[in-house]
Every structure is written in structure tokens, then in C-alpha cells.
């Protein structure tokens, strides 16, 4: 098959990621998985993996991980998800996308055993299936595969990672992790294998015995083995003093935006510390830290006005968001919000973690997606906070009124869900004009 054929024929799998929230029954079945990687000739084994979950910064921290894998000579394949703009993001060695070539080819490899399966596989099974082959035969040296939904019950869970990664716990997804934190954090601990190291990232003491009752080789908690000690506002980024349970690292420099991402990078650094047996070489950290991105994550894509797109797709995530536009943007002289989200998300708690009651105006659009929210509810929640709103029928429409409105001191921040992002960022580059 060609690349079209190829993801026509994925399209017509169960996609759990489009899926309405009300369907339970559409959680991913690990016996299914578990066939589907055994009649391929398990490629999960072929390479060491360090298994990532989380609520929010897992992408991120993925990222932060393979360049600090790369900085020490190691080939590295990233599984990561959702994609912005193009499906061969989620699937890349050395931070380079998988060609069209190579994705067509690792499809048709899964499509040509799935009838040995004896079940029908979801698209992101299908998907992470094809990822693990192709990383079998790059060949790579590890893998940083970031989970899709959960752990305990993902497709990812076919791996035995060496370490696994909880950036932090949230409230997201609770019509199938839910409802509680606990619920989720006992999903998400089911990542963990007894022969692993645990980097937590979660600070809840009250959750903490929930990830030790899983009792990895070694648990590394984030505040007592592990800490952000330094983090100051740099241009263009973030200055880091971190402590990891090897060393101490002064003055990592960042490029990203938002206090958080140094807390994902301290996740990160910790992964690779316990992939490695030993602390990392301080240039090596900061090399890798200096080329560290993370697209649609508080990422400046227009100045004059300040044009800042960022994924948050639930309130911690739109809560990290506003302190950050606070702390490295507060000199503009307004700001407005391009919102879309899915449906399940409360439009006034998200609006809210916004600080829309400061924003001067709030464009609502709908997600380029089958769940997305009604533009009626965002208007209705913003209305509430004695916002100006307008309504737009697309992303494209809707920055388009954004700029429109805009003066050239102030900020356009466009946000909800990483289907706006993405949506956003092909029509600014110009790939979807």
C-alpha cells in the first residue's frame, strides 16, 4: 500500500481518540494488543524502553528525554500523541519524523497479520504496532514511548519498560479513568514493571502509596530524591538549578516557555540518570536542554501582535498556561483567547484557569473534531466573565477575526485542545491556505 491506502485502511479501525466519552465499552483490550505484537514477532523486546504516562507534560518530557538520550550517542525512537498537524509526528527516530515511505511500509506490515489476530485491532493499536516495528527494524538503541490513554489497560503496555515515567496526576479523562485522582493514579501506575525504576513526578503524598504499592527496583520521587531547586525567567526560555538522585545541575538553560516545562525537564533528566546507572555530564545536559522544542505547547508563532498557541486541554493544563503568559508576557497591553474544546470539558472552569475575566475579548471556534464543544457553550461561559465574544465556523476563521481585532502590543492566545493548535498552526504556516 501506498501512504493513502495505508492510513484509509487505518481510518477504518476504531479510533479511540474521536470515540464519543459516553462509550466505556471502547477501552483498549491488552489481550488484543498482545496478540497483535506476538503474531509480529514481538519488536517490543528487540530494544530497552523507558514507558511514559501522565496527565499533562508528557509529550514534552518525551521530547526533553530523547535529546538527552541523543546527547550521550544513544539512537532513539519517540511513540508519542496526539499529532498537530501530520500522523508521522507521533512516530520519529532522532527526533526526525518517519518518511511517508517507511509509515506506508510498517502499516502494511501490521494490515497483512491483522486477520491472525482474531480480533479487530482499534487504530491506535494498529498504530502502536507499526511504531514498535519500525523501530525494530531502524534499528534503534531505546525507545521513549509515551502512553495514549491511562497505562494499565493501553496499547503501550505491551513494553516492559526499564523506567517509567508519572509526570503528575489530573483530572482528565474520568469517563474512563475516573472519577476520582486515586482511580486515575492507580491506571496510570500500571505502567510500572517490579524490575523498573519509577521516576514520579506526582507530589500528592496521599496518592504516593499508590505508585510504591506497585514496588519497582527503585522509586524515585519527585521533592525528596529529586527537585527543581532554581527556576528563573530567561529570555527565551527558563535558567534551571536542578538536583537529580546523582548530581546537581546550575544554570540549565530552556527554551520554552511556562515554569512547568522545568519540572518536565527534571522528569526527564531523572529518566535518563536512571536508564544510564549514573549522573550525566553537565555539558552533555546542557546541550540537550538548548535544543529542546515542544510545538503547541506555549509556543510563539507570531509577534505584533504576540501570537502564542498552547495545547491546554484540561484546567491544570490552562492553569500552567495563564501563570505563564503572567510571568514572561504581562507587559502587553490586552489580550484575547481563541478557544475550541471537546465536549466534556467544563467551558467555565477552562475559561476560568484562563483568566478569561481579563481578556478583552474571546473568539470561540469549534475543534476539528466529530467531539467537539458547541461554539454556543464557550460564547455562553465567557459571557458569564463580562467578556466581548464572537464565534467563528473554523480555526482558520476564527484567528482570522482574532488578528483582525488585534492591536500590535497585544496577545492572541490560541488554546483548548490540540486539535485547535494543530489546526491553527497549518493554517500561520500556510500549509492549509
Same mark, same amino acid.
Given at each position: 500500500m501506498d501512504l493513502g491506502d495505508a492510513l484509509e485502511w487505518l481510518d477504518n479501525h476504531q479510533n479511540l481518540e474521536r470515540m464519543l466519552a459516553d462509550q466505556h465499552n471502547s477501552i483498549p483490550d491488552p489481550a488484543r494488543m498482545r496478540r497483535l505484537v506476538d503474531v509480529?514477532?514481538?519488536?517490543?523486546?528487540?530494544?530497552?524502553?523507558?514507558?511514559?504516562?501522565?496527565?499533562?507534560?508528557?509529550?514534552?518530557?518525551?521530547?526533553?528525554?530523547?535529546?538527552?538520550?541523543?546527547?550521550?550517542?544513544?539512537?532513539?525512537?519517540?511513540?508519542?500523541?496526539?499529532?498537530?498537524?501530520?500522523?508521522?509526528?507521533?512516530?520519529?527516530?532522532n527526533g526526525v519524523p518517519i518518511s511517508d515511505e517507511d509509515l506506508a511500509d510498517a502499516l502494511t506490515g501490521v494490515a497483512a497479520v491483522e486477520p491472525l489476530v482474531?480480533?479487530?485491532?482499534?487504530?491506535?493499536?494498529?498504530?502502536t504496532a507499526a511504531a514498535l516495528r519500525w523501530f525494530a527494524?531502524?534499528?534503534?538503541?531505546? !525507545?521513549? +514511548? #509515551?502512553?495514549? @490513554?491511562?497505562?494499565?489497560?493501553? %496499547? $503501550?503496555?505491551?513494553?516492559? &519498560?526499564?523506567?517509567? *515515567? /508519572?509526570?503528575?496526576?489530573?483530572?482528565?479523562?474520568?469517563?474512563?479513568?475516573?472519577?476520582?485522582?486515586?482511580?486515575?493514579?492507580?491506571?496510570?501506575?500500571?505502567?510500572?514493571?517490579?524490575?523498573?525504576?519509577?521516576?514520579?513526578?506526582?507530589?500528592?503524598?496521599?496518592?504516593?502509596?499508590?505508585?510504591?504499592?506497585e514496588h519497582s527496583e527503585t522509586l524515585w520521587w519527585t521533592g525528596r530524591d529529586y527537585a527543581v531547586e532554581g527556576n528563573e525567567l530567561a529570555v527565551g526560555g527558563r535558567l534551571l538549578?536542578?538536583?537529580?538522585?546523582?548530581?546537581?545541575?546550575?544554570?540549565?538553560?530552556?527554551?520554552?516557555h511556562g515554569r512547568h516545562q522545568a519540572t518536565n525537564f527534571a522528569d526527564a533528566l531523572v529518566?535518563?540518570?536512571?536508564?544510564?546507572? !549514573?549522573? +550525566? #555530564?553537565?555539558? @552533555?545536559?546542557?546541550?540537550?536542554? %538548548? $535544543?529542546?522544542?515542544?510545538? &503547541?505547547?506555549?509556543? *510563539? /508563532?507570531?509577534?505584533?501582535?504576540?501570537?502564542?498557541?498552547?495545547?491546554a486541554k484540561n484546567v491544570e493544563g490552562a492553569r500552567a498556561a495563564a501563570a505563564a503568559l503572567a510571568e514572561e508576557f504581562g507587559e502587553v497591553r490586552s489580550r484575547i483567547l481563541v478557544v475550541g474544546m471537546l465536549r466534556g470539558k467544563d467551558a467555565g472552569e477552562?475559561?476560568?484557569?484562563?483568566?478569561?475575566?481579563?481578556?478583552?475579548?474571546?473568539?470561540?471556534?469549534?475543534?476539528p473534531s466529530p467531539?467537539?464543544?458547541?461554539?454556543?457553550?464557550?460564547?455562553?461561559?465567557?459571557?458569564?466573565?463580562?467578556?466581548?465574544?464572537?464565534?467563528a465556523t473554523s480555526v482558520p476563521a476564527a484567528i482570522d477575526l482574532a488578528l483582525r481585532a488585534a492591536e500590535p502590543e497585544d496577545l492572541v492566545l490560541v488554546t483548548g485542545s490540540l486539535y485547535v493548535v494543530g489546526a491553527a498552526r497549518a493554517w500561520l504556516s500556510g500549509s492549509s491556505r
Open positions: 509480529l514477532g514481538d519488536p517490543q523486546n528487540a530494544f530497552p524502553v523507558i514507558h511514559l504516562t501522565g496527565t499533562n507534560g508528557k509529550t514534552s518530557t518525551a521530547r526533553a528525554l530523547t535529546q538527552l538520550l541523543m546527547a550521550k550517542g544513544l539512537s532513539v525512537g519517540t511513540f508519542t500523541s496526539p499529532h498537530l498537524e501530520r500522523i508521522n509526528e507521533r512516530i520519529s527516530a482474531g480480533a479487530r485491532p482499534t487504530w491506535f493499536e494498529l498504530l527494524d531502524v534499528p534503534i538503541d531505546v !525507545a521513549v +514511548i #509515551e502512553v495514549g @490513554l491511562g497505562g494499565r489497560w493501553d %496499547a $503501550t503496555n505491551v513494553v516492559d &519498560g526499564v523506567v517509567s *515515567v /508519572v509526570t503528575n496526576i489530573g483530572l482528565d479523562h474520568i469517563e474512563f479513568l475516573g472519577p476520582t485522582r486515586a482511580d486515575i493514579a492507580r491506571e496510570k501506575a500500571g505502567i510500572v514493571r517490579k524490575s523498573s525504576t519509577l521516576v514520579l513526578g506526582e507530589a500528592d503524598v496521599e496518592l504516593y502509596p499508590i505508585f510504591a504499592a538549578d536542578l538536583r537529580t538522585p546523582g548530581a546537581m545541575y546550575h544554570e540549565v538553560f530552556l527554551p520554552l529518566a535518563a540518570e536512571a536508564f544510564f546507572g !549514573a549522573p +550525566i #555530564e553537565p555539558d @552533555l545536559v546542557a546541550a540537550a536542554a %538548548a $535544543t529542546v522544542r515542544s510545538p &503547541g505547547r506555549l509556543e *510563539v /508563532v507570531g509577534r505584533q501582535p504576540l501570537v502564542v498557541l498552547d495545547g477552562m475559561l476560568a484557569a484562563l483568566d478569561a475575566q481579563d481578556a478583552r475579548l474571546v473568539v470561540a471556534c469549534p475543534a467531539r467537539t464543544q458547541p461554539t454556543e457553550a464557550i460564547v455562553a461561559a465567557a459571557s458569564r466573565f463580562g467578556c466581548e465574544t464572537l464565534e
